[in-house]
């Protein structure tokens, strides 16, 4: 079943001859459960599409459809409350708050959302995570490695209907990296989650179920590798 649609998306920064087309007519779509990796060498327009699937950015022409809303259609304060429901994002930096703790950096966005906590599903997801012995440290109490599971965390807390994470593994090292990757990819098996992972990096994008490549805006590859199951 379809999840995600993106129609002629095209990003345009600037205007004039100074203007810069970040994203040229980008269609594709992904199935619920599916994997994705979205790969690019730096500027090739990766992050830009990442940024409007998940909300933060407006395209200059198209539309995204996550689970049949058109997101981009949305109001603001609609579309803050798809995002903090619907989008779960990871970055490469983390973004915690560093004044609250592990439960309450996964928990914030469904606090702000004025909904219960669900101390079940915190319980959940701290324990999924390896996190159960840290619970009230605060990110600087905390690993890379730790800090970006948190992040991963916060993002799977409200069971979003997408996972967007943009070069996750990237403030790294490769042990850790690995580690965060098994998460990712047992997040996705093991309960579902549709996942879209941005890297420039092939062997990442590899452990997808495909891979879209994208250079100068544009879609150059969209590869199955391994079925749905």
């Known amino acids: 079943m379809e999840l995600l649609r993106c129609e002629n998306i095209s990003k345009v920064y600037g205007k004039g001859e100074a203007a810069v087309r970040a994203l040229d007519q980008v269609s594709f779509s992904v199935e619920k459960g599916e994997f994705v990796s979205i790969i690019g060498p730096s500027g090739s327009g990766k992050s830009t599409l990442l940024h409007i699937l998940g909300g933060v950015d407006k395209p200059t022409e198209g539309k995204v459809y996550i689970d049949g809303t058109d997101i981009h259609g949305l109001s603001e304060d609609k579309l803050a409350i798809f995002r903090r429901r619907q989008i779960g994002l990871v970055y490469q930096f983390y973004n915690l708050m560093p004044v609250l703790n592990v439960d309450e950096n996964i928990a914030l966005p469904h606090l702000l959302d004025g909904r219960k906590l669900d101390e079940e599903r915190l319980d959940q997801v701290v324990e999924h995570l390896g996190l159960s012995d840290r619970r009230s440290h605060l990110p600087n109490q905390l690993s890379g490695g730790q800090q970006q599971r948190v992040s991963i965390g916060r993002a799977l807390y409200s069971h979003p209907a997408i996972l967007l994470a943009d070069e996750p593994t990237g ?32 062997g990442l994008a590899m452990q997808a179920d495909r891979v879209i490549g994208i250079e100068d805006g544009h879609i150059v590859r969209n590869e199955r590798v391994r079925a749905l199951v």
């Open 171 to 202: 403030n790294l090292d490769r042990k850790t990296g690995e580690e965060i990757m098994s998460l990712l990819k047992e997040s996705n098996k093991r309960y579902g989650q549709t996942l879209i992972l941005i890297t420039h990096d092939e």
